[in-house]
């Protein structure tokens, strides 16, 4: 599909990143660039472990990245695998998003040969956990106390 500049950058890096992925047991490889709502790209690729649980996916990779960056706020992000139809972001990384994505985020999922879908954050999940629920917890709390 047809995208912005900013857009088809954003693709190439993580086309370009996707290369670096370390995925020795699934061979899955996948990149990231996330877009800071300042302009800038942060790249991400899956890294996998040998303990399988340690393994860190491109979408969290950037993400981290990102905020040991200081970079908070972001546009949009591009996810790039070779899958015969690109890949939607597993569940713990649409929870880490919703830590710092807006409702509104783009989400751009892409093969080798191009952008293939754009979803906004919240119809990936639009009913997220997140600082609202604490919140609530330690006001029931109280109330029993
Ligand atoms: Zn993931």
Redesign the pocket.
């Known amino acids: 599909m047809k995208v912005a500049p900013k857009i088809a950058e954003a693709y190439e890096k993580a086309r370009t990143t996707r290369l670096n992925s370390y995925s020795p047991y699934s061979k899955f490889k996948v990149g990231a660039a996330l877009v800071t709502k300042s302009g800038k790209f942060i790249t991400g690729c899956n890294v996998e472990n040998a303990s399988y649980g340690g393994t860190v996916?491109?979408?969290?990779t950037a993400i981290l990245k990102a905020i040991s960056e200081r970079e908070t706020a972001f546009s949009d992000i591009v996810v790039v695998t070779d899958a015969a139809e690109p890949a939607f972001?597993?569940?713990?990384?649409l929870q880490v998003m919703a830590e710092f994505f807006d409702p509104e985020t783009k989400i751009y999922l892409a093969d080798t040969e191009g952008v293939r879908s754009v979803h906004k954050f919240k119809s990936l999940l639009p009913k997220p956990f997140g600082p609202m629920q604490l919140k609530t917890a330690k006001a029931t709390a109280k109330k029993k106390n």
């Open positions: 996916c491109a979408e969290r972001p597993c569940a713990f990384c």
